[in-house]
């Protein structure tokens, strides 16, 4: 069955950076395009990043785009986003979501992780 | 950005009730358009997608509509477990985005 497990969360000052990943299982990782999606608390959903399947196109939301930076090891089924210069604003739940159908266009998403909550704060 | 609003941004309902969410895009996006079941501390659940296919697993009472600005969501009856949050999503462009969702209470 499919799995996806995030992992990397957890408490940044303004300014400071993290890691977070996604362990893939249960389909053809390399096949698929992912996406990172957050949910800061009590507030809806708001789309990240997108990666396509082989790694050759990316694609942020403006409010990360030059601060966030999307990237997947197909030969590790892992998906990644690296977080820079992080604010205040950017404290949510990230959640990593699987593409429905193995194609190069942006798709909605089958399967999410549990999410892992990221906490920006002094 | 492809702006997408949502309404009624929350209603109540009973059990058995006949429920429409509406969703309305900025600009024309096709049938790129989905829509997802969310209850607290739980990720999403996609239910829709292409604005009228239903997902593997999905209950029939869940049911999609719409083309090019203009989507909605039905769930013919209400039933306990639709208590939750609804969030449409356009992914005719690679700037996804999501709309404010609507949370539906029990009346």
């Known amino acids: 069955q499919v799995q996806l497990v995030e992992s990397g969360g957890g408490v940044v000052q303004p300014g400071g950076s993290l890691r977070l990943s996604c362990a893939a299982s249960g389909f053809t990782f390399s096949s698929y395009g992912m996406h990172w999606v957050r949910q800061a608390p009590g507030k809806g959903l708001e789309w990240v990043a997108f990666i396509r399947y082989d790694g050759s196109n990316k694609y942020y939301a403006d409010s990360v785009k030059g601060r966030f930076t999307i990237s997947r090891d197909n030969s590790k089924n892992t998906l990644y986003l690296q977080m820079n210069s992080l604010r205040a604003e950017d404290t949510a739940v990230y959640y990593c979501a699987k593409g429905l159908e193995p194609v190069p266009a942006a798709m909605p998403f089958d399967y999410w992780g549990q999410g892992t909550l990221v906490t920006v704060s002094s | ?107």
């Open chain 2, 1 to 107: 950005a492809i702006q997408l609003t949502q309404s009624p941004s929350s209603l109540s309902a009973s059990v058995g009730d006949r429920v429409t969410i509406t969703c309305r895009a900025s600009q024309g996006i096709s049938s790129a358009l989905a829509w997802y079941q969310q209850k607290p501390g739980k990720a999403p659940k996609l239910l829709i997608y292409d604005a009228s296919s239903l997902e593997s697993g999905v209950p029939s009472r869940f049911s999609g509509s719409g083309s090019g600005t203009d989507f909605t969501l039905t769930i013919s009856s209400l039933q306990p477990e639709d208590f939750a949050t609804y969030y449409c999503q356009q992914f005719n462009s690679y700037a996804l985005t999501f709309g404010g969702g609507t949370k539906v209470e029990i009346k």
